[in-house]
């Protein structure tokens, strides 16, 4: 029953803040936001019809709706190549194979995803990226910040990503989905299949639809739960309109190219102002991204590079949350 007022509570209260959004932002965003906050959850569904008609709240829907890319990863198709090169595809291809000197690791690219900011990291060997986990899972005390766990874990560029369980709005130290670490279950609350992101013993990003145990057979080392999967294989996902896919938001994805190198990125945004998914497709698609997937954004979003958070995460009202939000898993450059 707590939890049951807490979250009619901040329903109303995310209501309140898309009234805001169509005052100031336009009355079609005013639309999307409180149909899609409305809809969030199953229970108060009716809020959504209570303001729109059910002509409108189906068309909100479609608009945000893609079909899901069902292929398989072709891990062969990945040929993992860390050695420096010379030649070039075009100026994307030179961009990233073009290191910065001094650092063999990684390289940090601003860029922009559509209108909005964002941060490019290219990292050059995917064996050293590695799920990241807090502390402590169910606990009640077990979240950090990605710069927390990013230092504690000796990474040079940390990400977050999967979900967690937020049944009151404020977060918790609980999981959602599967995590797995150095080729071993450190949490799955399920055993239906799910989508699994994560990097294989021999350091392909596989994404699959799968049970954790079903995942550990595929070789899975590292994994977390989240999508959609934007690209496998080159087939980028496809929209049912030029809207891109979901709300827009602050955005996490991660991608790897053929040649191995693997590709973070988090733009700047708020609850409901931010790159759509199809920007993210088609920044990352120029940049050499064959496999792509998307990862927990929105508050969440956070990139620490050498205990330093490079982007400015909002919380829903577009105020700062200094620091970064706290989550439970991500993706990290380790040593």
Wanted: proline share 3%; charged share 20%.
């Amino acid at each position: 029953m707590k939890y049951k007022k807490l979250t009619i509570t901040f329903i109303v209260l995310d209501l309140l803040v898309a009234i805001c959004f169509g005052v100031v932002y336009g009355v079609d965003k005013f639309k999307q936001t409180i149909i899609a906050t409305a809809l969030a959850t199953k229970t108060h569904q009716y809020i959504a019809y209570t303001f729109y008609s059910e002509n409108t709240v189906k068309s909100v829907v479609n608009q945000n709706s893609f079909e899901e890319i069902t292929d398989d990863v072709n891990l062969d198709d990945i040929v993992i190549d860390t050695a420096p090169k010379q030649t070039y595809d075009n100026k994307y291809d030179e961009i990233v194979l073009t290191r910065t000197p001094g650092n063999e690791d990684y390289k940090y690219l601003p860029v922009k995803v559509g209108s909005y900011k964002a941060h490019l990291v290219v990292i050059y060997d995917p064996s050293k990226v590695h799920l990241i986990a807090s502390k402590s899972f169910n606990t009640g005390n077990g979240m950090e910040t990605v710069k927390e766990i990013c230092l504690r874990e000796k990474g040079r560029v940390c990400i977050n990503g999967g979900r967690f369980n937020d049944a009151t709005g404020w977060g918790s130290d609980i999981p959602s989905g599967t995590l797995i670490k150095n080729g071993k279950i450190i949490w799955s609350d399920s055993n239906e299949k799910r989508n699994l992101i994560g990097f294989t013993n021999d350091n392909k990003l596989l994404l699959i639809k799968a049970t954790a145990n079903q995942a550990l057979a595929r070789g899975m080392r590292d994994a977390l739960e989240f999508g959609p999967f934007l690209m496998i294989n080159g087939k980028s996902v496809k929209f049912n309109s030029s809207s891109g896919g979901y709300q827009r938001a602050a955005r996490v994805a991660i991608a790897q190219r053929r040649d191995g190198i693997v590709l973070f990125l988090v733009t700047e945004g708020v609850h409901t102002d931010g790159p759509n998914l199809k920007e993210v497709v088609d920044l990352l698609s120029l940049y050499g991204a064959y496999n792509i997937a998307n990862l927990d954004g929105g508050t969440s979003a956070q990139l620490v590079i050498d205990n330093k958070l490079i982007n400015n995460p909002k919380n829903v009202y577009g105020q700062p949350v200094y620091g970064g939000r706290k989550v439970v898993s991500g993706f990290g450059l380790l040593p």
